[in-house]
């Protein structure tokens, strides 16, 4: 069973909307520090936001913020990035993360054990 799986990409225009979703498994789900990343091509891979699942404490980077919101289901085992007024520049393949280390700023790939296969993420002008 794969630990986390995400959903929900695609192709949208400039201005659209899309929610991202990563279902959390197995060793994964029992990780309290959820992240999601984004890496374009050629490009490190960047921290957009992250959660904490028990307390629901969130952090969006400053490149998304108020644009992008993070969010969970601790019932369903999800995790969701809600994201709005889209640009190119969001353009990229979106990763959903899991972390046994308590959160630092800006997100570091390092600090995260697990991660998801990936969701493409194409915002056109």
């Known amino acids: 069973q794969v630990p986390l799986v995400e959903s929900g990409g695609g192709s949208v225009q400039a201005g659209g909307s899309l929610r991202l979703s990563c279902a959390v498994s197995?060793?994964?789900?029992?990780?309290?520090?959820m992240g999601w990343f984004r890496q374009a091509p050629g490009k490190e891979r960047e921290g957009v936001a992250a959660i904490l699942l028990f307390s629901g404490s969130a952090y969006t980077a400053d490149s998304v913020r108020g644009r992008f919101t993070i969010s969970r289901d601790n019932a369903k085992k999800s995790v969701y990035l809600q994201m709005n007024s889209l640009k190119p520049e969001d353009t990229a393949m979106y990763y959903c993360?899991?972390?046994?280390?308590?959160?630092?700023?800006?997100?570091?790939?390092?600090?995260?054990?697990?991660w998801g296969q990936g969701t493409q993420v194409t915002v056109s002008s």
């Open positions: 197995g060793l994964a789900s029992t990780y309290n520090h």
């Open positions: 993360a899991a972390s046994r280390v308590a959160r630092r700023t800006p997100l570091r790939p390092a600090d995260f054990d697990y």
